[in-house]
């Protein structure tokens, strides 16, 4: 398993932005596909975003589709998170995860798929 460590979090107004960033520690963290998942209070754990290590395979949930870009450097072992337009109901703790991912190709949204966590980052967004 990586180790997953995510900064960035924080309070923000509604209709701003914040970017996330999580870095893993390992270097096999070059075929992981990494993820941003979210638990907001009272709620169940739901799929934010995955980011696989081959160019251009990324999903979104449709919550977020067209607000949020998900981004990684392979070089740097970092995924990112730029969140824009920001709504209240998206405050939460957004954890990093990650799976190994020798093929760079798949993008799963199951959370019971992976097999690394961070340990989150709050953010919370003000009405």
């Known amino acids: 398993q990586v180790q997953l460590v995510e900064s960035g979090g924080g309070l923000v107004p509604a209709g701003g932005s914040l970017r996330l960033s999580c870095v893993a520690s390992d270097h096999t963290a070059r075929t992981i596909a990494m993820a941003w998942f979210r638990r907001a209070p009272g709620k169940e754990r739901e799929f934010v975003a995955v980011i696989n290590w081959r160019p251009g395979r990324v999903d979104y949930a449709d919550s977020v589709k067209g607000r949020f870009t998900i981004s990684r450097e392979n070089a740097k072992n970092t995924m990112y998170l730029q969140m824009s337009d920001l709504r209240p109901e998206g405050t939460a703790v957004y954890y990093c995860?990650?799976?190994?991912?020798?093929?760079?190709?798949?993008?799963?949204?199951?959370?019971?798929?992976?097999?690394?966590w961070g340990q989150g980052t709050q953010v919370t967004i003000a009405s």
């Open positions: 995860a990650a799976y190994s991912s020798p093929s760079g190709t798949t993008l799963r949204r199951s959370s019971d798929l992976y097999s690394s």
